[in-house]
């Protein structure tokens, strides 16, 4: 198996290989289909690099490898797909739906390596962390935003519409991480976001459903998380989970910081209930109703 070979052998891979493998990793629904001029063009290498890359794996070339990504690719989107055809009432459609959705997060755990150690770390160290997305991004973008300041992380939705975006750009700078949130169709303003982030000097990172969304083609640190169903509509169920685990990962850098984190939440929590019943008790709603 590719993976297992990859992953044993990661740690004694020089930097371009590593390189590689992350991106075949983290994209083996794209690589099952690119040559090796097409991959080493993705990824600013050499066509030779690739070869000797799949010979330190242990195969003859990369033709061997990609036979064998196709082949567990095929195999994968076979397995996933295979009962929904099936299912005739509606709990048997749910059962296999979720089933597909278990398969595809496997695939996601499947590709977490190093570049997803390295986006968690780039979220503890920035000074700031603001998060863009567009169409659906856009309500990802607040909801992870919210998980993120739990976590501690000083973050912000970034808005990506240019007239708004503009307030914030112009303010980044080293110190800032910008995450892009790819999804399906969409995602040019996001991109412009993040391009003008980089000139500002800004770290870019971005969560995708695919590597071909606008945001993952600007970004060196991209995590994607597949988001095929059976029923031909992309699904952000691995973004949300994506994002959830690498929250999850923020607040197990420190246990102590987050014991502090939930017991003032809850203290503030309290205080604003019960500054709201005292706001209840002093104000007329009657007469709040009547000057609309």
Known sequence: MFRERIKKAYENLTPSFKRLADFILNNELDVAFMTATELANALGVDAATVVRFSQTLGYSGYRELAREIKRRVKEDLTAAYAKFPEAETDAERLQALLEHQRHTLGMAVAQVSEEAAKIVEMMAQAERVWVVGEA???????????????????????????ARAAFIVKDLGPGDLVVGIGVTGTGVNTAAVLRAAQEKKAQVAVISVSLVTPPAQVADHVLVCPAQTPMGVPSIANLVAVMMAIWQALLARDEEQLEARITALHQTYADLLSKQAEESKRGDIYRVWREF
């Open 136 to 162: 659906t991004g856009t309500s990802l973008a607040s909801l992870f935003v919210d998980y993120l300041r739990m976590a501690g992380v000083n973050a912000a939705v970034l808005h990506a519409d240019p």
